[in-house]
Antibody, heavy 121, light 107 residues
């Protein structure tokens, strides 16, 4: 059974660095073809893909935010992390991590429940 | 980036009716189009991938089709549980991009 779960600070101040963790089970990020992505959604709005890391450690970023994003994974391949620097109010959103594969069913087939992050002074 | 233009932004329909939601890609995405359903307070759930392939467990009243760069999601025989917001997403090239969403309300 594949599950993912996001965790984060809940609220932080503008200009700070947001650190998010995605803990998952039911698959290993060391398996060829596996990819974990971060996606966010401001309340009442659409979805924005942010970053991804694959089984080989290759990283992919949304060019619109690339300078502020860092994605990484742990050595046990059961957690993926996202850091967003210099946050501002526009970064207020629910942040999801989601799995995709590079073969077979390639969109996001499993999602976490999301973690709400509020940027406020 | 590939732009996904989704329409309509909202629609209202009755139980048993058929509705169609559309997504226009700004360039050829070679059928690499997914549809998701999202209910309030929940994460998106994959319905359809590769434009017309039904994800396991999704009712057969959901179907997807394509014509050029125009993609459609059809929901037949609307049920009360279909009230949700629907998003399209291209899975052809980075950065992955989503449509603006369609909020479906049941009368």
């Amino acid at each position: 059974q594949v599950t993912l779960k996001e965790s984060g600070p809940g609220m932080l101040q503008p200009s700070k660095t947001l650190s998010l963790t995605c803990s998952f089970s039911g698959f290993s990020l060391s398996t060829s073809g596996m990819v974990v992505s971060w996606i966010r959604q401001p309340s009442g709005k659409s979805l924005e893909w942010l970053a991804a890391i694959d089984w080989d450690g290759d990283k992919y970023y949304n060019p619109s935010l690339k300078s502020r994003l860092t994605v990484s994974k742990d050595t046990s391949n059961t957690q993926v992390f996202l850091k967003i620097t210099s946050v501002d109010i526009a970064d207020t959103a629910t942040y999801y991590c989601a799995r995709r594969r590079t073969m077979g069913i390639t969109p996001f087939d499993y999602w976490g429940q999301g973690v709400m992050v509020t940027v406020s002074s | 980036d590939i732009q996904m233009t989704q329409s309509p932004a909202s629609l209202s329909a009755s139980l048993g009716e058929t509705v169609t939601i559309e997504c226009l890609a700004s360039e050829d995405i070679y059928s690499n189009l997914a549809w998701y359903q999202q209910k309030p307070g929940k994460s998106p759930q994959l319905l359809i991938y590769d434009a017309s392939s039904l994800q396991d467990g999704v009712p057969s009243r959901f179907s997807g089709s394509e014509s050029g760069t125009q993609y459609s999601l059809e929901i037949n025989s609307l049920q009360s549980e279909d009230a949700a917001t629907y998003f399209c997403q291209q899975h052809h090239d980075y950065p992955w991009t989503f449509g603006g969403g369609t909020k479906l309300e049941l009368k």
